[in-house]
């Protein structure tokens, strides 16, 4: 079964990381370990780190129109600031990966199961 552990953190936080090279080599290496075990156990699909909230368009549709807000959807103390796709045998298994995420000390590791497939 496919999961998305969706990765939550301050963004704030993260950027005062960028200020520090050594924290933030230290960071990316336990994220590169992180992502070579899950490669190692066969349970990686997908993943990647997201840009800035900043960054984002929000879409919805009024009145038939799509309308864009700058940014995210609302305003919140943790930002998803990436996410890593798994396939396991079950929610068990991927709670266990989600607590080994290296955000998951200092944010919030959302678990999620993937409903049904869209084909590009």
């Known amino acids: 079964m496919q999961y998305l552990l969706l990765i939550y953190g301050n963004e704030q ?3 005062q990381l960028a200020k520090d090279p050594d924290a933030q080599k ?3 290496a336990a994220y590169s370990r992180y992502s070579a075990a899950m490669r190692e156990a066969g349970v990686l699909r997908g993943g990647a780190e997201l840009k800035p909230t ?3 368009t929000t879409v919805r549709v009024r009145s038939n129109k799509p309308v864009t807000t700058d940014g ?3 305003e919140t103390k943790e930002q998803l600031g ?3 796709l ?3 045998k079950n929610l068990d298994e991927a709670v266990h990966w ?4 290296p955000s998951a000390a200092t944010g919030a590791i959302e678990v999620r199961p993937t409903g049904a497939t869209v084909a590009a």
């Open 13 to 15: 936080e993260f950027a």
């Open 26 to 28: 230290a960071m990316y």
């Open 54 to 56: 900043h960054s984002a």
């Open 72 to 74: 995210p959807f609302a």
């Open 82 to 84: 990436g996410y890593y």
């Open 86 to 88: 798994i396939d396991v």
């Open 98 to 101: 989600a607590a080994r995420c």
